[in-house]
């Protein structure tokens, strides 16, 4: 095999191509033409996360507010804790592919809504849907979608409250509106949705290994549920 090599590539001829290949990305994509290029057509979708980071920070501000006011007629804070996240341009490209998506940025606007995504961890099951109330009766927030996968779990044993909103954010010179997807669940839930999210994306176990866990993981998915429930009866039981 090396002496095929050598009589396809000459002696020297690795180095020659190394430094075609540098003089060529100097010239055409190092270029300030190129350059240019790249700047005047990424601003707009730097633009476009910029706004959606900003409906994330409108919406975890709502959180904290309801949190703080909750916490004075419940003696305690209903909220565990908030995480956000915009989703990468990887996954936002895969999503695109996947559902057919134009690649422009109105088309990412109108068919894709979780690009922004808040989740709400909260101590009790009630809390969620207290919260979650309060959250929409607010007047400038717009449901989109709900779906209540607490009620009706997913065949996984995925269990999680879903919302769809809409929420206006100022800029300098106008109001936009912009959506975000808002999760709730309770710190068991969140607990049980990590490990199911990681052992999701673990490729080489064999097929009857990742069906036996999977028997395992809706089972563990019913004993939170139950978990959460005890834990609740048990708050109720001494008005906490």
């Not at 088309?107 to 979650?132: M, Q, T, W």
Request: aromatic share 8%; glycine share 2%.
């Amino acid at each position: 095999m090396e002496n095929e090599t050598n009589e396809l590539f000459p002696a020297g001829i690795e180095n020659t191509l190394s430094t075609y290949r540098e003089d060529f990305v100097r010239e055409n994509l190092m270029s300030d033409a190129f350059l240019d290029f790249v700047e005047e057509n990424t601003k707009p979708i730097d633009r476009m996360f910029a706004y959606y980071q900003c409906a994330i920070m409108e919406v975890e501000t709502k959180f904290k507010v309801l949190d703080e006011s909750l916490s004075v007629d419940l003696e305690r804070n209903p909220i565990e804790s908030i995480k956000t996240r915009v989703k990468s341009v990887d996954s936002l490209l895969r999503k695109m592919r996947r559902k057919n998506i134009p690649l422009t940025l109105d088309a990412i606007e109108e068919n894709i809504k979780d690009v922004a995504g808040v989740r709400v961890i909260c101590s009790f099951p009630d809390d969620i849907y207290e919260l979650a109330d309060a959250f929409l009766s607010q007047d400038d927030i717009t449901l989109i979608e709900k779906k209540d996968y607490i009620k009706e779990p997913k065949p996984s044993g995925y269990r999680s409250l879903h919302l769809i909103v809409e929420v206006p954010i100022f800029l300098k010179d106008e109001k936009k509106n912009m959506k975000v997807e808002v999760q709730f669940r309770t710190i068991a839930m969140d607990f049980w949705a990590s490990l199911e999210h990681k052992l999701h994306y673990k490729h080489d176990l064999p097929e009857e290994r990742a069906k036996v866990l999977a028997d395992e993981l809706r089972n563990c998915a019913e004993q939170i549920e139950m978990l959460d429930l005890r834990m609740q009866a048990v708050r109720n039981e001494c008005n906490l």
